[in-house]
């Protein structure tokens, strides 16, 4: 980094610094990923022809206060962040070193609104997980049966009047995901299409009563390569892992 970008960066915080002063209002998520937005774009560095390397290791720090706040929100944020920093990284055609981690910190020198982002590129193993994204909280599929439905019996209950006791059973060997409706009374559909039994493609809608189960595969850094990962941090990788075969 040039002595420019150096002042840039100084520049930067103290603007930062005294809006935050000004406004108390606290971080919101989109400064999160607009902050994310520019150390991807500032930091991404052309290793060949065709090659840019972006890093894929964040930590962003902020307030007791914002951290607070930030953290309350759970998995869904450091979920959203990730989706984000992927999307921008496939618009921009950027490369990974490895899996995605994003990091909160809590830093009592920050002052209410402030925001720093700490990035560099790691390398490490990458292991996927299956998820059922139901109303905006996330459960990962940790049997090869997973049932859904409104009955205390199912593995997975949901609060929908339309939707019977065992709706639908999610199977997953490891590699691939299928979806069975169980002779539901009101029927399921897949992306629109009403279904008795079907493949579950990444990011696939399941729909049953006023519910959208979506399913996901999560690429995140294998366990042995987590470190000190906790609820506040998701790892996860952009690698084509989806096939056909």
Excluded: C
């Amino acid at each position: 980094m040039g002595i420019l970008d150096n002042f840039e960066r100084g520049l930067e915080r103290a603007v930062n610094g005294a809006f935050a002063k000004t406004f108390r209002s606290g971080l919101q998520p989109v400064e999160l990923t607009s902050a994310l937005r520019k150390e991807l774009d500032t930091k991404a560095a052309v290793v060949a022809r065709d090659r840019v390397l972006a890093p894929n290791s964040f930590v962003l720090r902020m307030s007791t206060a914002d951290y607070a706040r930030m953290r309350s929100m759970g998995a869904a944020l450091t979920d959203e962040l990730i989706d984000f920093v992927q999307k921008h990284a496939a618009s921009q055609h950027y490369a990974f070193a490895g899996g995605i981690s994003i990091d909160l910190a809590e830093d009592p020198e920050l002052s209410v609104g402030m925001l720093q982002v700490e990035s560099e590129n790691v390398k490490g193993d990458v292991a996927w997980t299956p998820v059922l994204d139901i109303n905006g909280t996330h459960y990962p599929l940790t049997h090869s049966r997973t049932v859904v439905g409104r009955g205390a019996d199912a593995d997975i209950t949901v609060d929908d009047t339309g939707i019977s006791r065992r709706h639908v059973m999610i199977t997953w060997d490891g590699h691939r995901a299928q979806v069975e409706d169980l002779g539901s009374t009101n029927g399921t559909k897949l992306n629109g299409e009403p279904l008795r039994k079907a493949i579950l493609e990444p990011e696939s809608v399941v729909t049953l009563g006023r519910t959208r189960i979506v399913f996901r595969v999560l690429p995140q850094a294998a366990p042995a390569a987590r470190g000190r990962a906790d609820d506040t941090t998701r790892r996860h990788d952009v690698g084509n892992f989806w096939s056909p075969s």
